[in-house]
Structure formats: structure tokens, C-alpha cells
């Protein structure tokens, strides 16, 4: 089954965005390929904009609400340009030290979920550490360690590198979204067949989660409707 997956680490100041293209070989899912990897920024001056004096404006000048429906409606950009069949947004980091971003970035993952729904998309959000443990093996990996392990696959794949820990993030999502429609990976240091079946079962995992059957981790229940929307894409030649 060819699938497109999107992998987003969202926040309010920086937010990593992955595309992967999944590649089917009569019934086996190749691991894909990556058709785009990017960093959304709202840092530094805002273009086009100045204060009421002629000076540069800022985006840290900008009132909170203003800063997070600005980069929410950025998100929203990349997913009507690239269509994915699936999105995976990393979940919140609950257990992180004073993270007094949580507020925001919970605002700014309501506006992107409310287009994904009203857009007739589908999204799951896996916890961090599901992601991290399934790149790294361990989850609680540290950015250094997820960034290692992103490159080993990227390096085989021969579409480059990432230098951004969000850009890892988010390539790591869309690698766990493609997973869990089949896809195969395999690495640098990671080709030895029980690595690849260590995901497959991290994969296999969190699909059969009770909680994902409540639509607790996203707006599916089941991976197979999102096969089904592939499918019809498919035949309609889309």
C-alpha cells in the first residue's frame, strides 16, 4: 500500500515537519521514502511587519494568542500542500521538568487538530516516549540519541541530514506512522532482522491499544480505515 505520512513536533516557537512516502513491492510495504523534511520558525523579526515607529517587529512583540494562531495556521499550510494519508503528532511531554510551554503548545495542537477533522484527515499521537523507544530503543532517549538514530536511516537512504532536534522529531514520527501501516525499516546499525521486528512490535503495540479503540490517541479507531481511504484514493487514480 502506498501512503503518504506526515510526522509534526508542534510548538509555538519551532515546529519540525516531515513527509514520508511509503513504497509498496506486490504485498510487501518498503520502509518509504522521505519526500521533505523542514523547521516552521516563529522567531526573530516577522516578515512584512514593523512597529508603529518604523521599527522591526519581533515575534516575541506579538501577543501570546497571536504568536500561536500564527504558527497553528502555518501547520495547517504544510498538510493542505502535502495531503497525508495519516499525520502523527507527537504527543505532550507531561513528565518534562517545568515545562511551562504546555498551555500554549496545547492551543496550538487544537487549532491543527480541528483542521485535520474538519478536513476529513486522519491523525494518532503517540506519546514521546512510544517514539523514542521505537527509534532508539529506548524511551527515554535524549535528543542527541534521536538525532543519531534519524541520520543512520536518513544516511541510508541518501536523502541527507537533519541538524534540528524538532526536524528529528518529526522525522521520527513520520517513520512511526509509516510503521504502522506496514512499512519495514531498516538502518546503518539497524538492518540486522530483530531490530526490524523490535518496531514491528512496537508498532503492532500500539495498535492494538484499548485506548486507541476509544479514540483517546486520535480521530481513528483502527488502522484499517486509513488503508480503506488509501485504497480509495487508489482507485479514483488520485
Same mark, same amino acid.
Given at each position: ?51 508603529? *515607529? ?110 534540528? *532536534? ?7 514520527? +513520520? ?27 512496537? +508498532? ?35
Amino acid at each position: 500500500m502506498k501512503a503518504t505520512v506526515l510526522g509534526l513536533d508542534l510548538a509555538v516557537r519551532n515546529t519540525g515537519y516531515s513527509v514520508i512516502r511509503t513504497e509498496a513491492s506486490g504485498k510487501t510495504v518498503k520502509g518509504g521514502s522521505l519526500v521533505t523534511v523542514g523547521l516552521l520558525r516563529c522567531v526573530g523579526s516577522v516578515p512584512g511587519r514593523t512597529k508603529p *515607529n518604523g521599527r522591526t517587529l519581533k515575534y516575541d512583540d506579538l501577543p501570546a494568542p497571536e504568536r500561536i494562531v500564527m504558527m497553528g495556521e502555518r501547520v495547517c499550510e504544510v498538510i493542505d500542500r502535502h495531503d497525508p494519508d495519516l499525520i502523527i503528532i507527537e504527543g505532550y511531554a507531561y513528565s518534562a521538568p517545568r515545562n511551562t510551554h504546555l498551555p500554549a503548545m496545547g492551543e496550538v495542537n487544537g487549532i491543527v487538530k480541528r483542521h485535520i477533522v474538519l478536513t476529513g484527515r486522519f491523525f494518532l499521537t503517540p506519546s514521546p516516549s512510544v517514539v523514542k523507544k521505537f527509534m532508539t530503543g529506548k524511551g527515554n532517549a535524549k535528543k542527541e540519541d534521536m538525532m543519531g538514530a534519524v541520520n543512520d536511516w536518513l544516511r541510508v537512504d541518501r536523502t541527507g541530514s537533519v541538524s534540528d *532536534n524538532n526536524e528529528a522529531d518529526a522525522v521520527a514520527c +513520520a517513520m512511526f506512522g509509516a510503521c504502522l501501516l506496514g512499512s519495514r525499516w531498516s538502518s546503518k546499525k539497524e538492518r540486522a532482522k530483530p531490530w526490524i521486528d523490535y518496531q514491528q512490535e512496537i +508498532a503492532k503495540n500500539f495498535r492494538s491499544k484499548t485506548m486507541l479503540e476509544k479514540g483517546n490517541y486520535g480521530n481513528i479507531k483502527s488502522i484499517g480505515q486509513v488503508q480503506a481511504k488509501v485504497d480509495v484514493k487508489l482507485t479514483r487514480g488520485v
